[in-house]
Nanobody, 128 residues
Framework: HVQLVESGGGSVEAGGSLKLSCTAS?????????MSWFRQLPGKEREGVAS????????YYANSVKGRATISRDSAGNDVELQIESLKSEDTAMYIC?????????????????????WGQGTQVTVS
């Protein structure tokens, strides 16, 4: 049973930085795997924040975090991190990790939540 577990959320002052981690258990990674971070506010739609495609390590970012965020994975492929710098109040949200074992690179790049089959419970980030 695949589980995605997020950690690293919390309260941060505006202008600060935060690193979130997502650990996948029993997740079979491979050259077509895609892992992403989404964020969501109560009553709002999920927003794709960043994705990483395991095939070549390509990364993709939403315009709202481009230049401030970095998504990365460890060599084993089971841990995916998202670091966001220069945090703003509008970065406040529940951050949720998502994954899919096999998907095309072009679909991974879309930051669309419809392509993912595994989801974590989320970790809250509050910027004030």
């Amino acid at each position: 049973h695949v589980q995605l577990v997020e950690s690293g959320g919390g309260s941060v002052e505006a202008g600060g930085s935060l690193k979130l981690s997502c650990t996948a258990s029993a997740y079979t990674t491979g050259p077509r795997a895609c892992m992403s971070w989404f964020r969501q506010l109560p009553g709002k739609e999920r927003e794709g924040v960043a994705s990483i495609y395991y095939g070549d390590g390509s990364t993709y970012y939403a315009n709202s975090v481009k230049g401030r965020a970095t998504i990365s994975r460890d060599s084993a492929g089971n841990d995916v991190e998202l670091q966001i710098e220069s945090l703003k109040s509008e970065d406040t949200a529940m951050y949720i990790c998502a994954g899919r074992h096999s998907v095309s690179q072009s679909r991974c790049a879309t930051l669309s939540d419809g392509i993912f089959t595994q989801w974590g419970q989320g970790t809250q980030v509050t910027v004030s």
